[in-house]
């Protein structure tokens, strides 16, 4: 953990917070194949035009008690969740790695993951307009970080895996277990993460996907499909913020 500055932490989590409000525009628009730059933010419900004073990160949900200044319909907790989210992760990026071009390149990862998140879990898609940009700044990200090699095998290795399984899982359960959006996505992560830390978000991910899996399946009594993109978007969070501590732990204490 690198020593973290006050004002420097303020600053990247109000970046962090108005990069939110962006990939906020970007979760909705992308599926609906709406342009992200133009119009501007309106109101779902009575389609007035948001003002830049009832468009700031969280605070402004907050002063507005969660509702559209015209027409009063409630706007989503996601939003200000998203935009806070974001904050967060980029303080945490910060507070592991400081301050520098590795942050820079971090924090781009980290809005690709919450964007990928959120669209996977609303319509079960992850967009190769996403990943494939993603995949090519990771192998140069990993290029200036002097980790090419691994960064290539993760990314290769990751995507033959995942292939496989849900090709498998298609001919075993004659229906689809696993989506090529997942491929891509573990494609994206070894890119960044590298062969090594790999292996250890998708112990890390397999757990979490076990883990939902069995909340549905007592919640609704059956076993239902579900996307398993944040599971992996999550565990490659918490290795990248971890440096990949947990596995290593278990690995040394259990096996």
């Given at each position: 953990?690198?020593?973290?500055?006050?004002?420097?932490?303020?600053?990247?989590?109000?970046?962090?917070?108005?990069?939110?409000s962006f990939l906020n525009v970007v979760i909705y628009r992308l599926?609906?194949?709406?342009?992200?730059?133009?119009?501007?933010?309106?109101?779902?419900?009575?389609?007035?035009?948001?003002?830049?004073?009832?468009?700031?990160?969280?605070?402004?949900?907050?002063?507005?008690?969660?509702?559209?200044?015209?027409?009063?319909?409630?706007?989503?907790?996601?939003?200000?969740?998203v935009e806070l989210l974001t904050g967060i992760l980029f303080l945490l990026t910060y507070a592991v790695f400081g301050i520098g071009w590795q942050w820079m390149f971090l924090a781009y990862f980290v809005c690709l993951l919450v964007v990928i998140t959120w669209i996977d879990i609303d319509f079960m898609l992850i967009f190769n307009s996403l990943t494939y940009p993603g995949i090519a700044v990771g192998f140069i990200y990993s290029y200036i970080n002097n980790n090419l090699q691994q960064s290539v095998l993760g990314s290769i290795i990751g995507t033959v895996l995942f292939y496989l399984i849900a090709k498998i899982s298609l001919l075993v359960m004659k229906k689809e277990g696993m989506g090529m959006g997942d491929v891509t996505l573990v494609a994206l992560i070894g890119a960044w993460l590298g062969l090594n830390d790999l292996i250890g978000s998708l112990m890390i991910s397999f757990f979490l996907g076990s883990v939902i899996g069995i909340?549905?399946?007592?919640?609704?009594?059956?076993?239902?499909?579900?996307?398993?993109?944040?599971s992996l978007t999550l565990a490659a969070l918490i290795t990248l913020l971890t440096k990949n501590y947990l596995v290593t732990w278990y690995i040394s204490k259990f096996l």
């Open positions: 953990m690198i020593e973290t500055d006050l004002f420097k932490s303020i600053i990247v989590l109000a970046t962090g917070s108005l990069l939110g599926p609906r194949e709406k342009s992200i730059v133009y119009p501007g933010s309106k109101c779902p419900s009575c389609n007035n035009v948001i003002a830049w004073y009832d468009n700031l990160p969280v605070l402004s949900w907050l002063l507005l008690g969660g509702k559209c200044r015209y027409c009063k319909n409630p706007i989503h907790f996601r939003y200000p969740a909340m549905l399946l007592l919640k609704k009594g059956k076993s239902e499909h579900f996307p398993f993109g944040p």
